[in-house]
């Protein structure tokens, strides 16, 4: 069984940074597709990042916010810079067998996910 725990959000001007953590239950980052998502109330989950073999970006967070992965550690991350109001969301980690997908729908595996707020 799969599971995900994510740390990290708070609270932070715009303008600064912060990391999220993705902690897998083991051998879950080396083996699996991982994404990173984030939400706002009444709107649907949408991609931010991804990465299996190689990062992927949504076009709103291109370089301003890597991922990466530790794999001795199972774990993901994403570090985010210049952060601006409009990033303020719940954020969660997912993963999927396969490969990085853009849609929700197509992760069977998710956190509880974590808040960043960055005050406008």
């Known amino acids: 069984q799969v599971q995900l725990v994510e740390s990290g959000g708070s609270l932070v001007q715009a303008g600064g940074s912060l990391r999220l953590s993705c902690t897998g239950s083991?051998?879950?980052?080396?083996?699996?597709?991982m994404a990173w998502f984030r939400q706002v109330p009444g709107k649907e989950r949408e991609f931010v990042a991804g990465?299996?073999?190689?990062?992927y970006y949504a076009d709103a967070v291109k370089g301003r916010f890597t991922v990466s992965t530790d794999n001795a550690n199972d774990t993901m991350y994403l570090q985010m810079n210049s952060l601006k109001p409009e990033d303020t969301a719940v954020y969660y980690c997912?993963?999927?067998?396969?490969?990085?997908?853009?849609?929700?729908?197509?992760?069977?595996?998710w956190g509880q996910g974590t808040q960043v707020t960055v005050p406008s």
């Open positions: 990465f299996k073999y190689k990062a």
């Open positions: 083991g051998r879950t980052v080396s083996s699996l597709a």
């Open positions: 997912a993963a999927k067998i396969g490969s990085v997908y853009y849609a929700a729908g197509m992760y069977g595996y």
